[in-house]
Structure formats: structure tokens, C-alpha cells
């Protein structure tokens, strides 16, 4: 990311709906993963360290990474010696086998080069649980950015989507087999109507329809 794609992401946490989607998004992740004990924590493609925050607060021991200069910066200035940072890339992660209890992506997969090897080395650095959180390319608010992006480019020009059954499927073919899956999703309704809506997104009947656009998966 550049530094102004880094000031668009800071300007998303800070301010609506950015902020009221982010508070639903940790509220889906958590009710996938929430392990009983602290664990030691890799978030790849930490960003401004948003996520990084949240699992600090819930008592996890939390490192981050991202290739981004901007980003890193960003997140120093908000956690300042609270977690480790580095630099480097999903598909060439700088830990050895089974460094962390989880290892977290999360709206990272959609800028990677290669996917499946940013998930192989996910698999190859955790110990217990892979967790997703990725932007769904069936839902509403998916398709209000990719035609806004017809006529005024952003990050979101350069990502690529993913649906619930892509995730399942590419996650089987990177551990050779069927391994237990949780997922739902949340932001089921256009963001401008968010504040409408907030009620029936913490729903969880609302949370196992595959259309929300953002899809929280953790992997055992």
C-alpha cells in the first residue's frame, strides 16, 4: 500500500461507517475463536494495527506483520512497545514451523500475490487455528465497490474476492485433506445503511447466510 492508501485505511477505523463495521467484525471473530487461554498471536497483514489492538486487549501475546512501510509506521505510533512488528510478506513469512497459537489474516488474502502460498505458510507457522476475516465477493457492498471503481480507482480496485466455498476448498487443497471449519458472516446490508441495520447484524441468523461481506473463518 502507499502512504495515501494507508491514510484511507487509518481514516476507515476512525470514523463511520468504518468504525461501527470494524465493532461488528471483532464481534464475528470472536464468537468463532475466543480460546480459553492467552495465546501467542501472528497477525499477517496487520496494517495500522487495528486488529492488533483488539487482540492485545483480550490478553494475547500479539505480533505483527505487514510489507507495508506506511502501515507499520501507523501502527507503531498506536501500539508503541506493546507488540512486535516486522516487515515482510504473507507467501515468505520470516518464523519458524509452528511459531504461534494462531495466525490471523485478516482482509489480507484479497492484496497477496499468491493466496494459497500465503495460506501455506500460515499453516506452517500455527500451531492450533488459522482465522480469516475476508471480503466476500457475493455480497452488496462487494459489488458497490467494484462498480465505484470503474470511474474512481482505490485499494479496493486491486483486490480480489472470495466466497465461503472458495475459502473451504482452498484451505482443504493447502492441508491435503478435511479439516474442521467455523465460519459466518456479517455486513449483510449496503454500508450506508448501517446504522439501520446494526441490530439484525449481531443476528445470528442473519451471521450463517454466505452473503454478508465480510466472512470470519477460523480453521482448526
Not at 32 to 43: D, N, R, Y
Not at 78 to 91: C, F, K, T
Not at 163 to 177: F, K, P
Not at 188 to 216: D, T, V
Request: charged share 20%; hydrophobic share 45%.
Amino acid at each position: 500500500f502507499q502512504f495515501e492508501d494507508a491514510l484511507h485505511c487509518l481514516d476507515w477505523f476512525t470514523s463511520e461507517p468504518g468504525r461501527t463495521a470494524a465493532a461488528i467484525e471483532r464481534e464475528l471473530l470472536q464468537g468463532l475463536w475466543a480460546p480459553p487461554t492467552p495465546h501467542s498471536v501472528l497477525e499477517v497483514g496487520c496494517g495500522a494495527g487495528h486488529f492488533l489492538e483488539w487482540f492485545l486487549q483480550n490478553g494475547h501475546q500479539v505480533t505483527g506483520l505487514d510489507p507495508s512501510p506506511y502501515m507499520l509506521d501507523f501502527a507503531r505510533r498506536a501500539l508503541p512497545g506493546r507488540v512486535s512488528l516486522d516487515r515482510g510478506y504473507a507467501e515468505d513469512l520470516p518464523y519458524d514451523d509452528n511459531a504461534f497459537d494462531t495466525v490471523a489474516l485478516i482482509t489480507t488474502l484479497e492484496y497477496v500475490d499468491d493466496p494459497y502460498r500465503a495460506l501455506q505458510e500460515a499453516v506452517r507457522v500455527a500451531r492450533h487455528h488459522l482465522l480469516l476475516g475476508v471480503l466476500n465477493r457475493y455480497s452488496v457492498i462487494t459489488w458497490q465497490h467494484c462498480l465505484r471503481s470503474l470511474w474512481q480507482p482505490s485499494v479496493f480496485s486491486h483486490a480480489r474476492f472470495f466466497s465461503v466455498s472458495q475459502l473451504s476448498r482452498m484451505t482443504s487443497e493447502v492441508l491435503a485433506g478435511t479439516v474442521p471449519i467455523k465460519w459466518q458472516t456479517c455486513l449483510l446490508f449496503p454500508l450506508n445503511a448501517l446504522r439501520y441495520f446494526c441490530f439484525l447484524e449481531r443476528s445470528r441468523f442473519i451471521r450463517w447466510l454466505p452473503f454478508g461481506h465480510f466472512i470470519g473463518m477460523r480453521i482448526d
